[in-house]
């Protein structure tokens, strides 16, 4: 492990399971959910006894799931273990995922007090008629009022997941979205676009047909773009907006190639050039955990080229791209040398700009993003 890294903690209980969900993640019993932590905080316990380290952590994100229907008890067991086993650094950000109407005043402040500083809440929309279409357990007055109680508890870096091209929503209703939440005036704003998955209730019935047309779904996609330009929301990632200073420091480990360690179930992991997984099926799990054997195992080891396209195409997800001088200084290679090819043509295409020492995406590349991608994997 190099430098600072960032630690991932997988809770996958949630109240209800979405119809657009693919996650790792499952209704349980209090019962069930206690058993879950008590292993995990075993794994985190045994993780100096494999890794041979005490690695600081910079960022700590807790995702599900919906991390936040676990007690107030278990939560507070899992930070504890987590502080003894990694040196925290000073300004270390933790991030709560949240759905609205599973917090309550003192469960938010409790968290304040294990030291949680960032709260993200699954809010997807501001229309009720849509939140019950994607299956969500919460009306926009419940998501009002977890907002505000977030708020009251004393919470000042708070993030907003948003989601566009749901069955049944137009540009008038996602607009009204938009405005409500820029009306809260969260510190960060998510906003995607629905993908249908497979195996999800979704996918029954759309299958791989979207449900909302694709000129309507760029439509959307570009009044994201404006209004919250408009309210000093800076675009930092594809899908991610935020005020200055408040850019998601865990997420951009991911887009930027650092290690991290991720601690439960079906939990992700990449340490140097190799990516690592834990069980994901929840019996083998707590039975490994409950025998003292490591749920980590070896997904992938990255070869040089792989390392190279995997950092490439990663740090072209931000909207200040790629480093030449970084690229340089890890891989001994100029980045020419390696994608030069692809490089100019998007250039050429007006998709890529390549000005000095960065290579980003133009407002045309960002637009086709993925189409230009598939050029460098």
Known sequence: MKGRIGVYVHIPFCIRKCRYCDFLSFPAEEAVQGAYVDCLVKEIREFQHFSGQTPVADTVFFG????SVLPVPYLENIVSALAQEFDFSDNVEITMECNPGTVDLTKLQAYRRMGINR???GMQTAVDKELYTLG??????DAIHSYQ?????GFENINVDLMSAIPGQTKKSYQFTLEQVLGMRPEHISAYSL??????????QYGSTPPIDEETDREMYAMTKEMLREHGYERYEISNYAREGFACRHNLKYWSGADYIGFGLGAS????????????????????????????????TLDTEDEMS???VLGLRRINGVSRREFSERFSRDVMDVFGGPIRISAEEELLDVSGDRIYFTERGLDLSNYVLCRFM
């Open 149 to 153: 109680l977030a708020r009251q508890a």
């Open 310 to 312: 995997e950092f490439f």
């Open 269 to 300: 992991s990449k340490m140097g050039n190799v990516r690592y997984k834990n069980e994901h099926r929840y019996a083998q799990y707590i039975r490994e955990i409950e025998m003292g054997q490591c749920v980590q195992r070896v997904e992938e």
């Open 195 to 204: 993908i249908v998955e497979k195996g999800t209730p979704f996918y029954e």
């Open 136 to 141: 969500r357990i919460h009306t926009f007055g």
């Open 119 to 121: 709260i993200s809440f």
């Open 64 to 67: 599900g799931g919906t991390p």
